[in-house]
C-alpha cells in the first residue's frame, strides 16, 4: 500500500524544538520530492518546505527560512522537517505529500503523478 505517515508532533513552548518524520511505504520516496505543508484551525493549507527528489534541492517559505530544515534519509526512506525558534503561529496540523517545489511548493495532483498526503500531525506551540 502506498502512503506516507507522519510523526513527531506535540505541545511545545515558544522557542523550542520538534523534529517530524514523513515515512513513505509502498514506494521509494527518494525519486520523488516531498513538501511538508501545514494548516491552522480555521485557515487553508500552506506550504512549509520541499525537498527535491532528484537533486535533494532544498526550499522554503519565507516565513520559516533560518528556522525550520528539511532533510531526508534515503535509506530509512524518511523525509525529516527539524523544527527550531518555534511559535505560537506555527500551529497547525503538519502533513507531508508528493509535491513539485516549485517555487511555488505545491502538492501535485493529476492522474499522471503519485498523488500521496499523509493524515498529518499536530503541533502546538504554547506557553
Known amino acids: 500500500q502506498v502512503q506516507l505517515v507522519e510523526s513527531g508532533g506535540g505541545l511545545v513552548q515558544p522557542g523550542g524544538s520538534l523534529r517530524l518524520s514523513c515515512s513513505a511505504s509502498g514506494f521509494t520516496s527518494a525519486n520523488f520530492a516531498i513538501g511538508w505543508f501545514r494548516q491552522a484551525p480555521g485557515k487553508g493549507g500552506e506550504a512549509v518546505s520541499c525537498?527535491?527528489?532528484?537533486?535533494?534541492?532544498?526550499h522554503y517559505v519565507d516565513s520559516v527560512k533560518g528556522r525550520f530544515t528539511i532533510s531526508r534519509d534515503n535509506a530509512k526512506n524518511t523525509v525529516y522537517l527539524q523544527m527550531d525558534s518555534l511559535r505560537p503561529e506555527d500551529t497547525a496540523i503538519y502533513y507531508c505529500?508528493?509535491?513539485?517545489?516549485?517555487?511555488?511548493?505545491?502538492?501535485?495532483?493529476?492522474?499522471?503523478?503519485?498523488?500521496?498526503r499523509g493524515p498529518g500531525t499536530q503541533v502546538t506551540v504554547s506557553s
Open positions: 505529500a508528493t509535491a513539485d517545489c516549485g517555487p511555488p511548493i505545491r502538492e501535485i495532483h493529476g492522474a499522471q503523478y503519485l498523488e500521496v
Open positions: 525537498v527535491s527528489g532528484s537533486t535533494t534541492g532544498t
